[in-house]
Nanobody, 115 residues
Framework: QVQLVESGGGLVQPGGSLRLSCQFL????????MGWYRQVPGKEREMVAR???????VYAKSVEGRFRISRDSAANTVDLQMERLTTEDTAMYYC?????????WGQGTQVTVSS
């Protein structure tokens, strides 16, 4: 069984930065594709960034060049560094661990970008 615990959300002004972290609790972290997704009320959850065990990354076009996903195999964590935040980035952010038929989600951490 896998448990994901997110942290690092909060309130930030437009143009600011935040770093989200997801702690992976369980076995074989190295085998999972890890990702960050976000959701606002009334909309579908959308992919923000994903990182494979090989550290290959995929980003949503809306965050390319501003966000950076990374993983630490020693600490079993995956981080999302977010720069130049805009009000459009306001959402609940969720961590995902994905390995074939096995998908696990964290509880989410709220990011609010507002002046």
């Amino acid at each position: 069984q896998v448990q994901l615990v997110e942290s690092g959300g909060g309130l930030v002004q437009p143009g600011g930065s935040l770093r989200l972290s997801c702690q992976f609790l369980g076995n074989t972290f190295s085998g999972y594709i890890m990702g960050w997704y976000r959701q606002v009320p009334g909309k579908e959850r959308e992919m923000v960034a994903r990182i494979a065990p090989s550290r290959a990354t995929v980003y949503a076009k809306s965050v390319e060049g501003r966000f950076r996903i990374s993983r630490d195999s020693a600490a079993n964590t995956v981080d999302l560094q977010m720069e130049r935040l805009t009000t459009e980035d306001t959402a609940m952010y969720y961590c995902l661990a994905d390995w074939g038929r096995n998908q696990y989600w964290g509880q989410g951490t709220q990011v609010t970008v507002s002046s």
